[in-house]
């Protein structure tokens, strides 16, 4: 039952919506109970969708029962799927990346062809999570510039049929946060940017999306700010492009409290948080010279240090714990484990 402990737990503490999945033929029904009961009616859930469920083929070209399954409940539930092909470049997809493109493509649309029999104009999403192989290892490298390339054409693809798209890009194979870490992060989350890609299941993952880091994900946070603000690009503040052209000049000739350094600033320039250095050299010897882990280590200590506070109702709450409670008898467990 962790598909559904796991999707109990997140309710209780997360403000936005959630991508999650079933593990087995009968975990839906309990998760959309749980779901609708936060929501408040099958009506609303559907109006405003509160997680989205990832269904994935079994490469090459298959569809298991239980991935079948989901397609057409989340169908009929009006809960958005998320298609995630995986081709593996030269083990379970052809060797060249359009081979593998092709290959993605044709498990998307079978799975979309099965999600929208069960109900047609059903919300879903055009997703994946390709691999080119590294054959002197034989792992499945997630940061590799072909895995990229990869998600990019598909995302592509999906754009092309007017679905929104989805891509596992802004993580890392490293298995610490290091520079491999923040290399690998930071250019997939500007190409994902870039390519227009909507959801990006990577932020805080190492080890081929076998791990989360909270530092890392306290760094990621920056690093998706900062592509973010990429795409917003440059924009016309004023009536003129140069309006500030000679800055407080009755004041002296500079622009730091100009009217419009005032109040451009902060919009123009993002500011990031504690964990990325814009000290100068002497203010950093004098802070402790510690890398950006180590910074980002202490931000998750001061996060983990408050309580985390439930945001449901107490009736809504109380739900949710009669359903986990009764899913847990159904399988053996008397009780479930201890939340904070």
């Given at each position: ?61 298959k569809w298991s029962r239980l991935t079948c399954q989901c397609l ?246 109380g739900e949710l714990h009669r359903i986990m409670r009764q899913e ?13």
């Amino acid at each position: 039952i962790a598909d559904r402990y796991r999707l109990f737990v997140a309710l209780q503490y997360c403000a936005k919506p959630i991508v999650t999945g079933t593990f087995a033929i009968d975990g839906f029904p309990v998760m959309q109970e749980m779901l609708i009961a936060v929501r408040g009616s099958q009506e609303e859930l559907r109006r405003k969708p509160l997680a989205i469920f990832d269904c994935c083929p079994s490469p090459p070209l298959k569809w298991s029962r239980l991935t079948c399954q989901c397609l057409i409940e989340c169908a009929r539930a009006g809960v958005p799927a998320e298609l995630v092909s995986m081709p593996l470049t030269g083990a379970t997809a052809p060797a060249t990346l359009l081979g593998a493109l092709v290959q993605h493509t044709a498990e998307t649309l079978s799975g979309i062809v099965i999600h929208q029999v069960a109900a047609p104009g059903a919300p879903i999403i055009y997703g994946g999570s390709p691999a080119a192989m590294d054959m002197r290892t034989g792992t499945t490298p997630m940061g590799a510039i072909e895995t990229m390339m990869i998600d990019m054409a598909y995302a592509a693809v999906g754009k092309r049929f007017g679905l929104p798209t989805h891509a596992y890009m802004a993580l890392s194979d490293a298995k610490v946060v290091d520079a491999q870490a923040g290399m690998e992060t930071a250019m997939g989350a500007v190409l994902a940017a870039l390519a227009g890609i909507n959801v990006v299941s990577g932020p805080g993952m190492l080890d081929f999306e076998s791990c989360q880091s909270l530092e890392k994900l306290v760094i990621d946070n920056d690093i998706c700010g900062a592509a973010l603000r990429l795409v917003d690009g440059l924009r016309v503040r004023t009536p003129r492009l140069a309006e500030d052209l000679y800055g407080a000049i009755y004041e002296g000739d500079h622009f730091l409290t100009s009217p419009s350094t005032l109040e451009w600033f902060r919009s123009e320039v993002s500011s990031p948080s504690e964990a990325i250095d814009r000290d100068n050299y002497q203010t950093r010897q004098a802070k402790g010279e510690i890398s950006a882990g180590e910074r980002a280590h202490r931000l998750v200590q001061q996060l983990l240090s408050t309580p985390p506070s439930p945001g449901l109702p107490q009736d809504v709450a109380g739900e949710l714990h009669r359903i986990m409670r009764q899913e847990a008898r159904r399988h053996g467990l008397d009780r479930l484990p201890a939340l904070p």
